[in-house]
């Protein structure tokens, strides 16, 4: 049995380094092979060289042709394999891990017996690991890189069919009589042309009801900064915001700022309840009864991002959380705390409204709002839905 040493670097920054040493050798490797991988590594572990092995080859590696590339690339970037199980023996490599940006060529190192190692420098990206990096744990200098990567996210509505129509390249559909006739004017008025009608199709409205409440508060500045890029969104048909408190407060027009900060800044002296309790029964009414009911949930993809803590009566939000369904086309609930192990939605709130929620995610990295655009988009997840 060969074993490998315990590594010295975290397991996610071996990953990525892994990953991209396998990218430069001409493999595709996709982010979610990585992430994969990552997973498949915290249950093998990192003690014997085979299951590290297969646990790559099987993630990462989609063609027969590609396997003697990863087998020279696993060679040389696992120290210690020797060249029992492999057919390419392992080059002598020394690694080093260094962050995007730093543009130096390592220099030889010298080994015991006076032979100089070749040290491969393998640049991981600060960004990646980032992106899977709960909100809770960032730093000041991560949420500044945080809040460039969503300044710059765009979301993608979900289309619908239209009442209006279209002009159709095929044979099929509704006859388009004007074009018909346009194009007969050019052939003496023989229709010798038909033109055809398709129906259109056009994005729906999104809502976004965002819970500042206490208990929020480590996600509730990710998840505005996320609703801006919303309401900043061009390909995104119309977008309404709203915070979710002790009150139900609309900041759509505050956050139609193209500067985020500002954005956020006028949002804030509106919103009067920050950091404090939780009332989503009562918000939601409010909304279906002022906003929804009237036209803007209907027919809408409505996004709830809250962690279901409620102060308020569970009958209450259920009640609430069946009209707007009823209203709504989707209705897709957020919430931070179902990436945590052994997450049970056991909170009140949250086992009140879950009967009613079409899809319930993640909600607390950069990662899981980027498959929250997806699901927005109405783009089929597998493995993240309710």
Same mark, same amino acid.
């Given at each position: 049995m060969i074993t490998l040493a315990p590594p010295a670097n975290s397991p996610q920054r071996l990953v990525a380094a892994f990953c991209r040493l396998l990218r430069g050798a001409g493999l595709a490797v996709p982010v979610g092979d990585g992430?994969?991988?990552?997973?498949?590594?915290?249950?093998?572990?990192?003690?014997?060289?085979?299951p590290v092995y297969w646990a790559g080859r099987a993630t990462l590696v989609h063609r027969p042709e590609d396997i003697a590339v990863y087998d020279r690339v696993f060679a040389s970037f696992w120290l210690g394999?020797?060249?029992? !199980?492999?057919?390419?023996?392992?080059?002598? %490599?020394?690694?080093?891990?260094? &962050? $995007?940006? @730093?543009?130096?060529?390592?220099?030889?190192?010298?080994?015991?017996?006076?032979?100089?190692?070749?040290?491969?420098?393998?640049?991981?990206?600060? !960004?990646?690991?980032?992106?899977?990096?709960? %909100?809770?744990?960032?730093?000041? &200098? $991560?949420? @500044?890189?945080?809040?460039?990567?969503?300044?710059?996210?765009?979301?993608?509505?979900?289309?619908?069919r239209s009442r209006r129509r279209r002009p159709s390249r095929h044979q099929r559909g509704r006859p388009d009589v004007r074009r018909t006739i346009r194009r007969a004017l050019e052939s003496d008025g023989e229709p010798l042309r038909r033109a055809w009608q398709a129906p259109a199709d056009r994005p729906r409205r999104l809502v976004l009801l965002v819970d500042?409440?206490?208990?929020?508060?480590?996600?509730?500045?990710?998840?505005?900064?996320?609703?801006h890029a919303a309401v900043s969104s061009r390909s995104a048909a119309a977008v309404e915001v709203f915070t979710l408190g002790t009150r139900l407060t609309r900041i759509t027009r505050q956050l139609s700022w193209r500067d985020p900060d500002t954005a956020l800044a006028e949002a804030g002296q509106l919103v009067e309840d920050w950091s404090?309790?939780?009332?989503?029964?009562?918000?939601?009414?409010?909304?279906?009864?002022?906003?929804?009911?009237?036209?803007m949930a209907r027919g809408a993809v409505v996004v709830i991002l809250s962690d279901g803590w409620d102060r308020g009566d569970p009958?209450?939000?259920?009640?609430?959380?069946?009209?707007?369904?009823?209203?709504?086309?989707?209705?897709?609930?957020?919430?931070?705390?179902?990436a945590s192990p052994g997450y049970a939605p056991l909170a009140?709130?949250?086992?009140?409204?879950?009967?009613?929620?079409?899809?319930?995610?993640?909600?607390?990295?950069?990662?899981?709002?980027?498959?929250?655009?997806?699901?927005?988009?109405?783009?089929?997840?597998?493995?993240h839905g309710r």
């Open positions: 992430i994969i991988f990552a997973q498949s590594l915290g249950l093998v572990g990192f003690e014997r060289r085979e394999v020797g060249q029992q !199980s492999l057919e390419v023996a392992p080059t002598p %490599f020394v690694l080093a891990l260094d &962050a $995007e940006g @730093d543009d130096h060529e390592p220099p030889a190192t010298p080994d015991a017996d006076g032979s100089n190692h070749q040290t491969l420098s393998v640049r991981y990206s600060a !960004s990646e690991v980032l992106r899977h990096r709960d %909100f809770a744990a960032y730093s000041s &200098a $991560e949420w @500044d890189e945080a809040r460039r990567i969503l300044s710059i996210m765009r979301l993608h509505a979900e289309p619908r500042v409440s206490g208990s929020m508060e480590p996600y509730a500045r990710a998840l505005l900064r996320f609703a404090g309790g939780t009332r989503l029964g009562s918000g939601l009414r409010m909304f279906n009864d002022r906003w929804g009911r009237p036209g009958a209450e939000l259920g009640e609430a959380m069946a009209r707007l369904q009823r209203l709504a086309s989707r209705v897709v609930w957020v919430n931070p705390l179902k009140r709130g949250m086992a009140a409204a879950l009967p009613y929620v079409d899809q319930f995610i993640e909600g607390h990295s950069l990662d899981a709002l980027e498959r929250l655009a997806l699901v927005i988009s109405g783009v089929p997840q597998r493995g």
